[in-house]
């Protein structure tokens, strides 16, 4: 049900490195193709929204309709690793855009994703929810003891991968309905930390391997 996803990674991995070596001739190019692939690609959903009803498949899992949130991404790390001076610029507001960012995603939680306003602006709002979170926490003097959340948001990929079996697969054996209290906080225990163990698990038998020999074979450059 949510490896739809991957298949949006792989074509945007896939253009990626081409369209990079294309943008990084001109300054700023990279910034200003975040921006555009953002704009179109929030056309691109309402125009879907506008001429068919809705359905995941049509109007969620397409790449061209999700591609601004990985632009995103791209853009903000571009300008890390690259312009480091106006990331830190924004130090001082580092805890207003934590706050903006959980804000803004808080709408996804509320209101149905079929509901048209979740599809198209939606989307642009949680990409740029994202950016915020990301990096407020790059610039946020984080104490020590929130190290473990870091942890896990290193690894939160391999989490995400893994919590539809432990739903799917797990859940269904836990005693109790889900509809009581008690039945509904067990079940969202065992899911919340069962996704989190299964996630590192999988992480370090296959994730962790596979990137190790991808640096052995192919290192990074500095």
Do not use: K
């Amino acid at each position: 049900m949510h490896t739809w996803s991957l298949a949006v990674e792989e074509h945007f991995y896939l253009l990626l490195p081409p369209t990079l070596w294309l943008l990084l001739r001109r300054r700023g190019a990279v910034l200003c193709t975040a921006g555009a692939v953002g704009f179109a690609c929030l056309g691109l959903r309402v125009l879907t929204a506008t001429l068919w009803a809705y359905n995941p498949a049509t109007h969620v899992y397409p790449t061209y309709l999700r591609l601004d949130g990985l632009w995103l991404g791209v853009a903000l790390s571009y300008l890390y690793h690259g312009d480091h001076a106006r990331i830190r610029r924004w130090a001082p507001w580092s805890v207003v855009l934590l706050v903006a960012g959980v804000a803004l995603l808080v709408p996804v939680f509320l209101v149905p994703l079929d509901a048209p306003a979740i599809y198209t602006v939606g989307f642009t709002v949680s990409a740029l929810a994202g950016a915020f979170l990301v990096v407020g926490a790059l610039l946020a003097p984080f104490p020590s003891v929130l190290q473990p959340l870091a942890t896990i948001g290193a690894l939160s990929y391999s989490i995400y991968l893994w919590h539809m079996p432990v739903l799917t697969w797990v859940l269904p054996w836990l005693p109790g309905s889900p509809t009581t209290v008690a039945g509904f906080g067990l079940r969202l225990g065992v899911g919340v930390a069962g996704s989190i163990v299964v996630g590192l698990v999988m992480a370090h038998a296959v994730e962790r391997p596979a990137l190790a020999i991808r640096d052995r074979w192919w290192p990074a450059r500095t």
